[in-house]
């Protein structure tokens, strides 16, 4: 069974980077899509990036386009993301989220790791 560990959040000002780390232990060979989601207090809970297996597929939410950069280092079965130029609105729960059955469903998901933007 695939587990989601995250890492990497914190409190920076608007303009300011962060990279996140995502560490996906189980069955060796496992091969699957990933995502990062976010979900502010008092909203739902919003896709913001996925990657394919092999990372010649990526998709972004509208809103960080050309701002977030998702990669993966599948030797070490770690996903990350990188946020630059951030802002307030930015400020969210971040969590990795794994459809690990490559059913087109994220099944598998992480504890979350906080980012918060200060303007």
């Known amino acids: 069974q695939v587990q989601l560990a995250e890492s990497g959040g914190g409190q920076v000002q608007a303009g300011g980077s962060l990279k996140l780390s995502c560490v996906a232990t189980?069955?060796?060979?496992?091969?699957?899509?990933v995502a990062w989601f976010r979900q502010a207090p008092g909203k739902d809970r919003e896709f913001v990036a996925a990657?394919?297996?092999?990372?010649?597929?990526?998709d972004y939410a509208d809103s960080v386009k050309g701002r977030f950069t998702i990669s993966r280092n599948n030797a070490a079965i770690t996903i990350f993301l990188q946020m630059n130029n951030l802002k307030p609105e930015d400020t969210a729960t971040y969590y990795c989220?794994?459809?690990?059955?490559?059913?087109?469903?994220?099944?598998?998901w992480g504890q979350g790791t906080q980012v918060t933007v200060s303007s």
């Open positions: 989220a794994a459809d690990s059955q490559n059913s087109g469903d994220y099944d598998t």
């Open positions: 189980g069955p060796p060979f496992a091969r699957y899509p």
């Open positions: 990657i394919s297996w092999f990372g010649d597929s990526t």
